[in-house]
């Protein structure tokens, strides 16, 4: 089974270093735009073993019909802007509305609302208090993070597997079933590869 998150935000927002930082623990160095990159990793769910699929979409709106069509296939969305960044917060309520145009069972999807490089205070361009005010408007998870902190990256996907309502999430392939089948022990939450 697969369980796909779609990230979206605009260019520049921290989507891509809150991604790898969680889905590879690598954080990249350089901005690198994105189209649409996907990327996999195994984790526990009531259904035995599922895939979880993140959806890196693209900042600009160059492919529209890319960015609907990663709305339309996600079971959760990640909402990222940048709190140094004034315009990528207003553009997460642009994309907000777009989501709800697509999924017909948006009140079901959880909703994460991701401020990124918090760790730039002397840089902030837009409050905390900003964030929770949408929380609470849009009935969504909200978290600020510094994408350099491994545990506040995996803190994010946690608040997504906590609104999850449908499925039973975990971070970790924990089932039996799993442990027979590839003959190992369920891998460590998110360890860093070696």
């Known amino acids: 089974m697969d369980y796909f998150i779609a990230v979206l935000g605009a260019r520049a927002s921290g989507k891509t270093a809150l991604v790898r930082r969680f889905m590879t623990g ?30 890196d979409t693209t900042g600009s709106y160059n492919f529209p019909a890319m960015r609907r069509l990663a709305i339309f296939k996600a079971k959760a969305i990640l909402l990222v802007y940048s709190v140094t960044d004034k315009n ?6 642009t994309l907000y509305e777009l989501v709800h145009s697509v999924k017909t069972d948006v009140f079901k999807t959880p909703v994460v609302l991701v401020g990124t490089k918090a760790d730039l205070a002397d840089q902030r361009d837009v409050k905390k208090k900003e964030g929770t005010e949408l929380e609470l408007i849009w009935n969504c ?13 995996t803190d994010v996907f946690r608040r997504v597997f906590e609104l999850e309502t449908r499925w039973a999430m975990t971070l970790t392939p924990e089932s039996q079933k799993y442990k027979r089948r590839c003959g190992c022990l369920p891998l460590k939450t998110w360890a860093k590869p070696e």
């Open 26 to 55: 690598e954080f990249p160095a350089q901005h690198r735009p994105t189209v649409e990159d996907v990327y996999s990793r195994v984790v526990g769910c009531d259904k035995g073993v599922c895939t979880l699929r993140v959806i």
């Open 88 to 93: 990528s917060f207003e553009e997460v309520k």
């Open 141 to 153: 998870g909200f978290l600020e993070v510094t994408v350099t902190d491994e545990e506040q990256v």
